[in-house]
Structure formats: structure tokens, C-alpha cells
């Protein structure tokens, strides 16, 4: 499913587009966060809970898309620089959850573009 979503070919635009559907997502009014990531904090206690692990694929999944397009960009170290943006999304969308400010994805989308530009 993944393959049907489109990115800018040029790093900056890629996570421009990326974040900016993020702030789009997180501004809708009944904006819960990811139902994964709310999933597996809710199990946190169940390791062995079979929705922690369709949750582990789909993000395993999404961030192994993101390596690929990074790739295609000519992004050094793809999988690594994928694996922190991952981790950056996650943060902004947890702490929009907890302060409900957008801020966090405006430096969210600043730090990635740094991290893609490194090479």
C-alpha cells in the first residue's frame, strides 16, 4: 500500500511533504496520533501481544519505504537516515499529542532536512 503514495524527487521536498501531511493529519480535529504507535504504548506491558507485532511490521515496513525512496534521492546511508527520520515522526507526533503544538513538527521537518543533507 505504501507504493501508492508519492514523494518529491528532491530531498527537501520529499520531507517537506512528508511533515507538512503530517501537520495536515495531526490539525484534523479528532486527530489521535498514529493508532499504532497508541496501540503499542497501551500494550507496553504484553510483549508477546500479537498486535505488537503487526504494529513492529507496519513500522519495520514504512520505514524500509522511506529507505527506499531516500536511496532513490541519493540520501547516504539511506537505511540509517530513514531509521532517524522514523524516530523524529514518532517524537512530533507523541509530543503534539502531549502539548498540542505543531511546533514540534516544524523542528521535526528542520532536523530531517539536516540529516539528508549530510553526506
Given amino acids: 500500500r505504501l507504493e501508492q503514495f508519492r514523494l518529491p524527487a528532491s530531498r527537501d521536498a520529499m520531507i517537506d511533504s512528508i511533515f507538512t501531511q503530517l501537520a495536515d493529519w495531526a490539525a484534523k480535529p479528532r486527530w489521535a496520533g498514529a493508532g499504532f504507535t ?15 507485532a503487526i504494529a513492529r511490521r507496519h513500522k519495520a515496513a514504512l520505514e524500509a519505504w522511506f529507505a527506499g525512496r531516500l536511496a532513490m534521492a541519493k540520501v547516504s546511508s539511506p537505511r540509517e537516515r530513514a531509521r532517524e527520520i522514523i524516530l523524529l515522526m514518532e517524537g512530533a507526533m507523541m509530543l503534539m499529542l502531549i502539548h498540542g503544538e505543531r511546533a514540534y513538527v516544524d523542528a521535526a521537518a528542520r532536523a530531517a532536512k539536516r540529516l539528508v543533507r549530510k553526506n
Fill in 38 to 52: 497508541r496501540v503499542v504504548v497501551e500494550l507496553a506491558d504484553l510483549r508477546g501481544h500479537p498486535a505488537r
